[in-house]
């Protein structure tokens, strides 16, 4: 069964510190894996897309790693701003004819001051 | 703007009426989708449509329908067989490139009262 399964489910940290979220996923065949944004109460907002070719990609602040052999992602947020507030969920594109995007169920996390 | 947008942003129901949510899209996409979401779960695929006039049940299906009778457009009805519709429910749109972003509305925010 392709599934997305994300860690932690909620966070909290203070402004300034850096702080990492990861992801497995069991989903084959593979396409590409994504890291969205999402406000409370607002459509996701993509931060990267990674083949599986690619090790690493930065957006701003944003870094997400791949790693296609143990099936595990990564986004790394440095110098967190309140802005940051906000779900981050981690989503898999089945390649084929289907062409489905499999959620991961998000992790909430609360920038303080 | 070009874009993808969702309407109504807020929509009450009484039990037992079916009740249409609007979603259409001026990014030339072919792909389009709609998501369920729930507290504290990840967005659940209902239907989605990578052409015009056709159609194909996502995970959770039931007691959901929709049309694509033009490409910018793909309304979801939600029925009165739907048991549980009070979510929040989102669109998106995409090419059907692989390594394509996913453009997501702003969602639909369904309370059945």
């Known amino acids: 069964k392709n599934q997305v399964e994300q860690s932690p489910q909620s966070l909290i940290i203070l402004e300034g510190k850096n702080c990492t979220l990861q992801?497995?996923?069991?989903?084959?065949?593979?396409?590409?894996l994504r890291w969205y944004k999402q406000d409370t109460g607002r459509g996701p907002v993509s931060l990267t897309i990674?083949?599986?070719?690619?090790n690493t990609k930065s957006n701003g602040r944003y870094t997400a790693t791949l790693d296609a052999d143990t099936k595990q992602s990564s986004l790394h947020i440095t110098a967190s701003q309140l802005s940051d507030s906000a779900s981050y969920i981690c989503?898999?594109?089945?390649?084929?004819?289907?062409?489905?995007?499999?959620f991961g169920q998000g992790t909430t996390l609360q920038v303080k001051p | 703007d070009g874009g993808i947008t969702q309407s109504p942003k807020y929509l009450f129901r009484k039990e037992g009426q079916n009740v249409t949510l609007s979603c259409e899209q001026n990014?030339?996409?072919?792909?389009m989708y709609w998501y369920r979401q729930d507290p504290g779960q990840g967005l659940r695929l209902i239907y989605y449509?990578?052409?015009?006039?056709?159609?194909q049940k996502g995970d959770i299906a039931e007691g959901y329908s929709v049309s694509r009778e033009k490409k910018e457009s793909f309304p979801l009805t939600v029925t009165s067989a739907q048991k549980n519709p009070t979510a929040f429910y989102l669109c998106?749109?995409?090419?059907?490139?692989?390594?394509?972003?996913?453009?997501f509305g702003q969602g639909t925010r369904l309370t059945v009262v």
């Open positions: 998106a749109s995409s090419t059907k490139k692989v390594r394509t972003e996913a453009f």
């Open positions: 992801c497995n996923y069991t989903v084959s065949p593979f396409s590409n």
């Open positions: 990674m083949t599986f070719s690619e």
């Open positions: 989503v898999v594109w089945v390649s084929g004819n289907t062409g489905k995007l499999i």
């Open positions: 990014l030339n996409h072919d792909a």
């Open positions: 449509s990578q052409i015009v006039n056709d159609f």
